[in-house]
């Protein structure tokens, strides 16, 4: 009894030291600057598409969210161990060291390494320079033939979810020559358990899992949940995300999805416009698609908390900033560029 008591303490200390070497390589994996072509190479090319099939499946086969579930275990276990002394030195020799360990390098080997692989302008083989006032007018009438070929559409279902994925897995195979899997379900999270923060959908950077708030309406929610499987096809920057999103729904076959990106493509270039130009856009538009913008402009005004949007908004953007997205939340506004330099130049 003696022995196994002084033995315990040791095998805490291991336990506490194997942990620590794999933060160790978590940590390098993070500050490191690794060569994009070698991130592009062996991580999105390569490790990335593997991880996605043995993903996907799995947190797409239950329609409530894996990555809640789990943490709320975590906490449970947290929490049934603190009572006891036994359980505090548990806590703090093995529970503790190993999942601050397995997090990071989780969190690096699944997602992280993606801010780092070649942009969405390199695979597109597009410049990354600001449009000409032609190249708006092309863009913007591909947008638009794209979304009048789909206006009498019927409401979006999980049938459409599951469209949008196989599109954005097409369309990755299409640039990367690499196949990857995406989740056949998207999470609903409570209405306004985003919407509050000022954003409308997240994906789980460790399991690929893609989530939306069920406060958006119907199409919003499917260009949503679009960027989100986007994420889930190994895409980490936003504008990147947001433009690939559009370029693949504009190609999908389905006609809801094709609405919905062929919207959201047409909501961000009217951000980029002078009055004189939105206003054009918005005359042009059928009366189905000023409902939806609408509405989706109506369930963030409904949902908004000014100072947690303030709140999420710098913190994400001090995220972005650490993984090497310089311009931070302001990143967001480069899709525009994206989407009309690959439209103009018909892309897809």
């Known amino acids: 009894m003696r022995n196994a008591g002084h ?92 999942a601050v360990a397995l997090l990071v390098l989780g969190f690096m080997l699944v997602w992280g390494l993606a801010y780092r692989r070649a942009p969405l302008a390199t695979l597109l083989a597009v410049p990354a320079t600001v449009p000409t006032e032609a190249e708006v007018t092309t863009a913007q009438a591909r947008l638009l033939s794209a979304l009048e070929r789909s206006a009498d559409s019927a409401p979006p279902g999980p049938a459409d979810i599951r469209a949008a994925g196989r599109c954005v897995a097409s369309e990755v195979q299409r640039l990367t020559g690499s196949r990857v899997d995406v989740p056949r379900r998207v999470k609903a999270l409570p209405a306004g358990t985003l919407l509050s923060l000022g954003f409308a959908g997240v994906t789980s950077p460790w399991l690929l899992e893609p989530h939306v708030d069920a406060g958006l309406p119907p199409v919003a929610r499917l260009a949503t949940a679009t960027h989100e499987l986007t994420h889930s096809a ?99 506004g480069r899709a525009t560029t994206l989407v009309v330099q690959a439209l103009a130049r018909g892309t897809p």
């Open 234 to 332: 190994g895409f980490a920057r936003e504008a990147d995300t947001d433009a690939l999103a559009v370029l693949a729904g504009v190609r999908c076959g389905d006609p809801a999805v094709r609405y919905a990106l062929a919207l959201h493509g047409l909501d961000l270039l009217l951000a980029s416009l002078p009055h004189a130009g939105q206003q054009r856009l918005l005359d042009s538009l059928p009366r189905r698609a000023l409902e939806d913008l609408r509405a989706a402009s109506a369930a963030a005004a409904r949902y908004r908390v000014p100072w947690l949007q303030r709140a999420a908004t710098a913190t994400y953007g001090t995220y972005l900033k650490s993984r090497g997205v310089q311009a931070g939340m302001a990143d967001y």
């Open 7 to 98: 033995g315990s303490p040791r095998r805490g200390r291991r336990s506490t030291g194997a942990a620590l070497g794999v933060l160790a390589l978590g940590l390098a994996l993070a500050l490191i600057p690794w060569p994009q072509p070698w991130v592009e190479r062996l991580f999105a090319r390569g490790l990335f598409p593997v991880t996605s099939h043995v993903l996907a499946p799995w947190v797409g086969a239950v329609p409530w969210s894996v990555t809640a579930t789990l943490a709320a275990a975590l906490l449970l276990t947290a929490l049934a161990a603190l009572p006891s002394r036994a359980g505090r030195r548990f806590l703090r020799l093995r529970l503790l060291p190993w």
